[in-house]
């Protein structure tokens, strides 16, 4: 299948989307292969990835790559029941997997909490060393941050710093067990 992107224009599109249909218009296939093509070309796109991102303004390749492939798995848990679907007690590797999806699968559940408490911590060393009344300017003129400025700062590098490498862990183990994520 193409890929249709924003930089062809419509007539561009309905050419390709008629050659594809052509494909389906030879005496081997049948009516039902024909609606099956066009059914999923306009309602149900299986070659699009869809992310809860914002779609109005832009984003990172990194955290579109994030977002992307742990929606794929939160499709995979929950719109393909692979738990009920999938025997995962049959042998020890199946098994093995099966923890992975689980603990991936909880991970990406928990994220947003982890960015709220970043965000958390933002606003408060924001509000305490940046707004604070009488604070003005002269802040950021300081040669020295005070040691309570360090200690706030440090602990939202840590907190970012950490999450950052959690993310890069679970991309590793999400790209490990990609070939069990079919049912």
Not at 59 to 69: A, E, F, R, S, T
Not at 79 to 97: A, M, P, Q, R
Not at 103 to 112: E, M, T
Not at 155 to 182: A, G, P, T
Request: some cysteine.
């Amino acid at each position: 299948m193409y890929n249709f992107g924003d930089n062809l224009t419509l007539k561009e599109k309905i050419e390709i989307w008629w050659e594809e249909l052509w494909k389906y218009t030879s005496p081997f296939c049948n009516i039902r292969d024909i609606w099956y093509a066009t059914k999923c070309y306009l309602f149900k796109r299986y070659d699009l990835i869809r992310t809860k991102l914002p779609k109005t303004r832009w984003i990172d390749k990194d955290q579109l790559m994030l977002y992307g492939m742990m929606e794929l798995l939160v499709d995979y848990v929950e719109g393909e029941k692979c738990f009920e679907v999938i025997d995962w007690e049959s042998e020890e590797t199946h098994l093995n997997v099966k923890k992975e999806i689980k603990a991936i699968y909880d991970w990406w559940k928990n994220y947003k909490n982890r960015i709220i408490a970043i965000e958390n911590q933002l606003n408060v060393w924001h509000d305490e060393f940046i707004t604070r009344p009488g604070s003005g300017l002269d802040k950021f003129n300081k040669a020295e941050p005070s040691d309570k400025e360090k200690i706030e700062s440090d602990k939202l590098y840590k907190m970012e710093s950490d999450l950052d490498n959690e993310e890069q862990l679970m991309l590793i183990r999400l790209v490990k067990i990609r070939r069990f994520l079919w049912t």
